[in-house]
């Protein structure tokens, strides 16, 4: 379970972030920044904040709903244009940069999930598995996670038919049959080879 031994190693302002979305075969990848007060996080987040991957859908839309009222976040996001222009990593790197200028403030020090650094104005630490181990990445992890799935679900209330509500663009028996009844959309990755070998 996560805890703030990484955020009270450093003195001033820490920010966790992470990335949803990397993986998909359509839709953006989505950042977020998280800064939070460990003198005032509710029991709920003490208790149940974890990787977004951990939590049901449910916990995610509650633990976000709680953020909204006692976390410092800020969204980032890398367009699918900018996917294809760019790759994935750089694109990743791009959200997360701008996550961190949605801030109100720069932090002094960014807890960066994973093992890539994305360039920014502050000091930053890497954290393998950073979303287990520290809350304001665990934090970043769902504000990410919920907002880039809202993304899915409008996209998938405008175009149904590749059930991006559930599948939130990840490569599933059943998109990958829909991509074969009704080809690729706008908000496919044509960089990736599901999508590309389909364009032939």
Sequence with gaps: MPDFALESAHCGLVAGIDEAGRGPWAGPVVAAAAILDPAAMPDILTAKLNDSKKLSRTMRETLFAVLQNCAVSGVGIASVAEIEQLNILAATMLAMRRAVLALPAMPDLALVDGNRAPDLACA???????????????????????????????????DPRYGWETNQGYGTAAHRAALDRHGVTPHHRRGFKPIACRLK
């Design 124 to 158: 930053v630490q890497t954290v393998v598995k950073g979303e287990a181990r520290s809350y304001s990445i665990a934090a970043a992890s769902v504000v990410a996670k919920v907002t880039r799935d809202r993304i899915m679900a409008a996209l998938a209330a405008a």
